[in-house]
């Protein structure tokens, strides 16, 4: 299909003087209503481009549209460093970092299809008492009477008519009313108050009360009186009436429903019954989190209408902040959650999981894959009544399923916590929410859909991003696959490097244009003129073996593994099929726990044989390096310690008695007190954006007068700080130490960074290769297991290439390197291949294929062989 040059009547987005992060003046047209893919190298200025300038303007102006009040409630983007950018229809971003840390969020509240279920059942689902485990049935006027009459004669009773739950308010209007019609008394939280002497109720907090209707003492001669008094009771509270004898014995009667045994009785079904992010359906136990070991605190601010006002909720794992950053560089441990013994880690009251559809609670639904989900729910029979009510809500949720399945995410679970998910599965759920809302006219941003698809996948995913813009939305991706980029209808490939030596517009055209174009790396991989090479033989390896035995974890089928070490193997297989469960949870967690006494419990497997022949187990995965601006790649690879006991070992330092630490940008002493050593100083605009202003004391430069003064070859700490890497690779050549840290951050790509570079700064590709380069630089031992978690994330070809390289060199040292991926240039080079599947979820868990590239593609059940098969013929 031919496609329409650019004319000068162009209708579409045109951005022009982009100088955000390292973009260098970049302008550019974007088609409206196709998709156009942005590419280039790791670090090339795609997300500046395509985010912090595109997405960030529409989404300022949407804010800016609204009122002032309104903004206040809203993050506001800062406005980007751009001359102007015209022709912008609303932004709608879907990146991987936008589902949060949250504990409380799940998939299913993610995507909506829970918020429908409890909506399912609040409307039919059947109650059955807790207790007895019965039907809950509904009551007669009659039969209330009656159970009243099997009390012992002279039992003094109220009958109560329930008025308010757990409902804010002030209440005194009521009480007048009430007061009004000749009712005396009301039992307002527990105590009972006379209805002419009521004041107002505190307005900021939830009240229980209840009306009193009648006071009797039962006798045979009350029941025309009791009966009217019961009638009354119904009426005013909505079918239910209260019955409380004077010792505080309290019942409840409803016109709709209560167990005939225990006489318990359910509160109206309502959705918020059964969300366990609501005081009416939490376990009050554990607060809805499902665990004990999180802890969940409330922080107020004084708030400017005189009352406090809730800032934000802060979540505690055994004395670690979680849902704020943590400022440490290293890591966080890994959370062990332990269910919560009341409610089993459902997170719900008894209550709400007594509520039945089809003999399951919400819980059980909510363990389900989304594809047994959907069969559950298209095989219900309703009754006459309930198929009325049911069909419409049925028809959301599975419509939404659907839409799981199509991004290939049928294997979650809607219980899944949002905060397990990786990127990837993250944004895809967000995409699949996008689809069900049928928005037109929108602009989409997104990041790398396709990470951790496998390829057997990816044409569905790019139906869905095909639909999207068939509606007439434009779509813009930031991508590096090559399917991606051949599907899209415009690409603009930007470079020549990554960093300070991007940020150019290299080519931009359609996929042929772009293959065509001699100056365009992307086109010289896509044209196949350059390419990942085979290597020419597959390693045995030392013929020692790591081999893990019955692993039966989430829905491995009692799985064997056998890792030949001193290769490079790679786990591969659909998504959902198994394989982080297999590597990460537990044989990464078996070998932790054996090497570092790592706090941390595998999941079930029955033996292990061979640690004895590795020393160490690395695990290099796709989480931030650092969380704050404070964090910087130097300090996480060990540099700046370094250069910091260099600069306080000078003469001059030691004259001034300077220890390293006055030579960090993060400790009191060397510090700018006036802008604590960020360089700039935030200004709050309140309903705008805030303003970051260059300090005028230290003219952004983070340290006081005295530390800079000390320098080492005419360089203060600050001028090392704004060196990229090739550049101190040279200042410091005479320091074996510094010059080795440096020459692995070389190694892996990233010569170009500058050593106080913000880890938040960072992409994807950058962050994990920086890891690759902390380990890199220790000595080995040769005798090692890398675990590597989709490193090919964010990376271009370039960059595979160069990753590819790494991993082979770390192969060649005698260690063994496992890695977790999709990505068919990187599986091709492996020596051995473990392919798991044959599908996700239930349907998968089980090895399909084991061997080198070549006897992979030759097995008649392996789906990756099918895939690879192309590559390996076409060398």
Same mark, same amino acid.
């Given at each position: 299909?031919?496609? +329409?040059?650019?004319?000068?009547?162009? !209708?579409?987005?045109?951005?022009?003087?982009?100088?955000? =992060?390292?973009?260098?003046?970049?302008?550019?047209?974007?088609?409206?209503?196709?998709?156009?893919?942005?590419?280039?190298?790791?670090?090339?200025?795609?997300?500046?481009?395509?985010?912090?300038?595109?997405?960030?303007?529409?989404?300022?102006?949407?804010?800016?549209?609204?009122?002032?009040?309104?903004?206040?409630?809203?993050?506001?983007?800062?406005?980007?460093?751009?001359?102007?950018?015209?022709?912008?229809?609303?932004?709608?971003?879907?990146?991987?970092?936008? &589902?949060?840390?949250?504990?409380?969020?799940?998939?299913?509240?993610?995507?909506?299809?829970? !918020?429908?279920?409890?909506?399912?059942?609040? +409307?039919?689902?059947?109650?059955?008492?807790?207790?007895? =485990?019965?039907? &809950?049935?509904?009551?007669?006027?009659?039969?209330?009477?009656?159970?009243?009459?099997?009390?012992?004669?002279?039992?003094?009773?109220?009958?109560?008519? $329930?008025?308010?739950?757990?409902?804010?308010?002030?209440?005194?209007?009521?009480?007048?009313?009430?007061?009004?019609?000749?009712?005396?008394?009301?039992?307002?939280?527990?105590?009972?108050?006379?209805?002419?002497?009521?004041?107002?109720?505190?307005?900021?907090?939830?009240?229980?009360?209840?009306?009193?209707?009648?006071?009797?003492?039962?006798?045979?001669?009350?029941?025309?009186?009791?009966?009217?008094?019961?009638?009354?009771?119904?009426?005013?509270?909505?079918?239910?009436?209260?019955?409380?004898?004077?010792?505080?014995?309290?019942?409840?009667?409803?016109?709709?429903?209560?167990?005939?045994?225990?006489?318990?009785?359910?509160?109206?079904?309502? $959705?918020?019954?059964?969300?366990?992010?609501?005081?009416?359906?939490?376990?009050?136990?554990?607060?809805?989190?499902?665990?004990?070991?999180?802890?969940?605190?409330?922080?107020?601010?004084?708030?400017?209408?005189?009352?406090?006002?809730?800032?934000?909720?802060?979540?505690?794992?055994?004395?670690?902040?979680?849902?704020?950053?943590?400022?440490?560089?290293?890591?966080?441990?890994?959370?062990?959650?332990?269910?919560?013994?009341?409610?089993?880690?459902?997170?719900?009251?008894?209550?709400?999981?007594?509520?039945?559809?089809?003999?399951?609670?919400?819980?059980?639904?909510?363990?389900?894959?989304?594809?047994?989900?959907?069969?559950?729910?298209?095989?219900?029979?309703?009754?006459?009544?309930?198929?009325?009510?049911?069909?419409?809500?049925?028809?959301?949720?599975?419509?939404?399923?659907?839409? *799981?399945?199509?991004?290939?995410?049928?294997?979650?679970?809607?219980?899944?916590?949002?905060?397990?998910?990786?990127?990837?599965?993250?944004?895809?759920?967000?995409?699949?929410?996008?689809?069900?809302?049928?928005?037109?006219?929108?602009?989409?941003?997104?990041?790398?859909?396709?990470?951790?698809?496998?390829?057997? !996948?990816? =044409?569905?995913?790019?139906?869905? @991003?095909?639909?999207?813009?068939?509606?007439?939305?434009?779509?813009?991706?930031?991508?590096?696959?090559?399917?991606?980029?051949?599907?899209?209808?415009?690409?603009?490939?930007?470079?020549?490097?990554?960093?300070?030596?991007?940020?150019?517009?290299?080519?931009?055209?359609?996929?042929?244009?772009?293959?065509?174009?001699?100056?365009?790396?992307?086109?010289?991989?896509?044209?196949?003129?350059?390419? @990942?090479?085979?290597?020419?033989?597959?390693?045995?390896?030392?013929?020692?073996?790591?081999?893990?035995?019955?692993?039966?974890?989430?829905?491995?089928?009692? &799985?064997?593994?056998?890792?030949?070490?001193?290769?490079?193997?790679?786990?591969?297989?659909?998504?959902?099929?198994?394989?982080?469960?297999?590597?990460?949870?537990?044989?990464?967690?078996?070998?932790?726990?054996?090497?570092?006494?790592?706090?941390?419990?595998?999941?079930?497997?029955?033996?292990?044989?061979?640690?004895?022949?590795?020393?160490?187990?690395?695990?290099?995965?796709?989480?931030?390096?650092?969380? #704050? $601006?404070?964090?910087? $790649?130097?300090?996480?690879?060990?540099?700046?310690?370094?250069?910091?006991?260099?600069?306080?070992? *000078?003469?001059?330092?030691?004259?001034?008695?300077?220890?390293?630490?006055?030579?960090?940008?993060?400790?009191?002493?060397?510090?700018?007190?006036?802008?604590?050593?960020?360089?700039?100083?935030?200004?709050?605009?309140?309903?705008?954006?805030?303003?970051?202003?260059?300090?005028?004391?230290?003219?952004?430069?983070?340290?006081?007068?005295? #530390?800079?003064?000390?320098?080492?070859?005419?360089?203060?700490?600050?001028?090392?700080?704004?060196?990229?890497?090739?550049?101190?690779?040279?200042?410091? +050549?005479?320091?074996?130490?510094?010059?080795?840290?440096?020459?692995?951050?070389?190694?892996?790509?990233?010569?170009?960074?500058?050593?106080?570079?913000?880890? #938040?700064?960072?992409?994807?590709?950058?962050?994990?290769?920086?890891?690759?380069?902390?380990?890199?630089?220790?000595?080995?031992?040769?005798?090692?297991?890398?675990?590597?978690?989709?490193?090919?994330?964010?990376?271009?070809?370039?960059?595979?290439?160069?990753?590819?390289?790494?991993?082979?060199?770390?192969?060649?040292?005698?260690?063994?390197?496992? &890695?977790?991926?999709?990505?068919?240039?990187?599986?091709?080079?492996?020596?051995?291949?473990?392919?798991?599947?044959?599908?996700?979820?239930?349907?998968?868990?089980?090895?399909?294929?084991?061997?080198?590239?070549?006897?992979?593609?030759?097995?008649?059940?392996?789906?990756?062989?099918?895939?690879?098969?192309?590559?390996?013929?076409?060398?």
């Amino acid at each position: 299909m031919a496609k +329409k040059p650019l004319s000068d009547d162009f !209708d579409g987005i045109i951005v022009k003087g982009a100088r955000e =992060h390292n973009l260098k003046d970049v302008s550019i047209r974007i088609p409206r209503n196709k998709i156009t893919v942005f590419t280039g190298l790791s670090g090339s200025g795609k997300s500046s481009l395509a985010f912090d300038t595109v997405y960030a303007e529409g989404q300022r102006r949407y804010v800016e549209s609204l009122s002032a009040y309104a903004r206040n409630f809203l993050e506001q983007l800062k406005k980007p460093e751009v001359d102007s950018v015209t022709g912008l229809s609303p932004a709608i971003a879907i990146d991987q970092k936008s &589902v949060g840390l949250n504990p409380r969020s799940t998939v299913g509240t993610v995507t909506e299809i829970y !918020d429908y279920l409890r909506l399912l059942y609040a +409307k039919v689902g059947i109650p059955e008492c807790p207790i007895h =485990h019965v039907p &809950v049935t509904s009551q007669t006027p009659q039969q209330i009477i009656d159970d009243i009459f099997k009390k012992s004669m002279g039992t003094k009773f109220y009958i109560l008519a $329930p008025m308010a739950q757990a409902k804010k308010g002030e209440f005194l209007a009521e009480f007048q009313r009430w007061a009004k019609k000749g009712f005396v008394k009301a039992k307002v939280d527990g105590q009972y108050i006379e209805l002419e002497r009521a004041t107002k109720l505190a307005k900021t907090k939830t009240h229980d009360i209840d009306l009193v209707v009648d006071q009797l003492i039962l006798k045979d001669t009350i029941k025309h009186r009791l009966s009217e008094s019961i009638n009354t009771a119904l009426s005013l509270s909505n079918g239910r009436v209260i019955i409380e004898t004077v010792s505080g014995e309290r019942i409840n009667y409803s016109l709709h429903s209560t167990c005939p045994i225990c006489a318990f009785s359910f509160p109206d079904l309502e $959705p918020r019954l059964f969300s366990f992010n609501n005081p009416r359906g939490a376990c009050p136990t554990c607060n809805g989190l499902g665990t004990l070991d999180l802890v969940e605190e409330e922080q107020f601010a004084d708030s400017d209408v005189g009352g406090r006002k809730l800032e934000k909720v802060k979540y505690t794992y055994k004395g670690k902040k979680v849902s704020e950053e943590d400022t440490d560089d290293e890591e966080s441990e890994e959370m062990v959650l332990n269910e919560c013994p009341d409610c089993q880690g459902t997170r719900l009251k008894p209550e709400s999981l007594s509520i039945k559809i089809d003999e399951k609670n919400i819980a059980q639904l909510s363990v389900m894959s989304a594809l047994e989900l959907k069969s559950f729910m298209l095989n219900l029979d309703w009754s006459e009544k309930n198929r009325m009510i049911a069909d419409k809500i049925v028809k959301q949720i599975v419509s939404r399923l659907e839409f *799981l399945e199509r991004v290939g995410a049928s294997y979650l679970s809607l219980s899944r916590p949002a905060r397990t998910l990786s990127g990837g599965e993250a944004q895809r759920i967000r995409l699949a929410t996008q689809v069900g809302s049928a928005l037109i006219g929108c602009m989409y941003v997104m990041d790398e859909p396709s990470i951790g698809l496998h390829p057997r !996948d990816h =044409h569905r995913l790019l139906e869905i @991003i095909g639909e999207l813009k068939d509606r007439g939305n434009t779509v813009i991706l930031v991508e590096h696959d090559e399917d991606t980029i051949r599907y899209a209808d415009y690409v603009v490939d930007l470079g020549p490097r990554a960093g300070v030596l991007g940020g150019e517009l290299i080519a931009v055209g359609t996929p042929d244009e772009i293959e065509k174009n001699q100056n365009s790396l992307t086109g010289q991989y896509l044209s196949g003129k350059k390419r @990942i090479p085979i290597p020419s033989v597959r390693r045995k390896g030392s013929g020692k073996t790591l081999a893990l035995y019955g692993a039966s974890g989430n829905n491995l089928k009692n &799985v064997n593994l056998e890792i030949p070490l001193g290769t490079l193997t790679c786990v591969t297989g659909v998504s959902g099929s198994g394989k982080s469960t297999l590597v990460l949870d537990t044989l990464y967690k078996i070998l932790a726990r054996e090497f570092f006494r790592a706090k941390v419990s595998p999941s079930p497997y029955k033996k292990i044989e061979g640690i004895e022949h590795i020393d160490k187990v690395i695990d290099i995965n796709q989480r931030p390096i650092g969380r #704050t $601006p404070r964090s910087t $790649p130097a300090t996480y690879v060990g540099l700046l310690p370094m250069i910091r006991d260099l600069y306080a070992a *000078l003469p001059e330092a030691k004259l001034r008695g300077f220890e390293p630490g006055r030579f960090s940008f993060n400790v009191k002493g060397g510090r700018c007190e006036t802008c604590m050593g960020h360089g700039q100083i935030r200004m709050e605009m309140h309903f705008l954006s805030d303003v970051f202003v260059t300090c005028d004391t230290c003219g952004g430069r983070r340290y006081n007068r005295e #530390t800079l003064n000390v320098k080492y070859k005419e360089k203060s700490i600050a001028d090392v700080l704004d060196m990229s890497v090739a550049e101190a690779f040279d200042f410091f +050549k005479n320091h074996s130490q510094i010059h080795r840290k440096l020459e692995t951050l070389m190694k892996v790509g990233l010569d170009y960074m500058t050593l106080g570079q913000s880890s #938040t700064t960072l992409s994807g590709g950058e962050a994990q290769r920086v890891k690759l380069s902390k380990e890199l630089s220790r000595r080995g031992t040769g005798s090692t297991l890398y675990i590597l978690d989709e490193p090919t994330t964010g990376l271009h070809f370039d960059d595979v290439r160069k990753l590819v390289e790494l991993l082979q060199e770390l192969t060649e040292q005698g260690n063994t390197v496992l &890695v977790i991926e999709h990505n068919l240039e990187v599986i091709k080079t492996a020596d051995h291949i473990v392919d798991i599947g044959p599908d996700g979820g239930v349907h998968g868990g089980e090895v399909v294929a084991s061997g080198t590239p070549e006897k992979i593609v030759n097995n008649k059940n392996s789906i990756t062989g099918r895939f690879l098969k192309p590559l390996l013929v076409k060398e």
